[in-house]
Nanobody, 120 residues
Framework: QVQLVESGGGLVQAGGSLRLSCAAS????????MGWYRQAPGKQRELVSV???????NYADSVKGRFTISRDNAKNTVYLQMNSLKPEDTAVYYC??????????????WGQGTQVTVSS
């Protein structure tokens, strides 16, 4: 099994910053993509950002220039630095990690979600 533990969510005023972390552990042989998704009340889950094993990154248009994704391969951890937060960034943020287990099977793991609330 592969487990993800997220941290860093909370309540912040508009214009403020938060940093999310997600650490992966378990029967990990390799990690390909690591990413963050979010789901606001009444809305579908959407991709926020993803980083590949080659450090290629992709961002939703709504967060470009404000959010930065990074990873620490030695710690199997992905980060999301969120600056200039807006009330519309309020959502539950989920970490997602894709890779291959030591058994050889691929995995697609999700974190438990962390709440980010931005007040106006």
């Amino acid at each position: 099994q592969v487990q993800l533990v997220e941290s860093g969510g909370g309540l912040v005023q508009a214009g403020g910053s938060l940093r999310l972390s997600c650490a992966a552990s378990g029967s990990i042989f390799s990690i390909n993509a690591m990413g963050w998704y979010r789901q606001a009340p009444g809305k579908q889950r959407e991709l926020v950002s993803v980083i590949t094993s080659g450090d290629s990154t992709n961002y939703a248009d709504s967060v470009k220039g404000r959010f930065t994704i990074s990873r620490d391969n030695a710690k199997n951890t992905v980060y999301l630095q969120m600056n200039s937060l807006k009330p519309e960034d309020t959502a539950v943020y989920y970490c997602n990690v894709k890779g291959r287990r030591t058994s050889g099977f691929v995995y697609d793991a999700w974190g438990q979600g962390t709440q980010v609330t931005v007040s106006s």
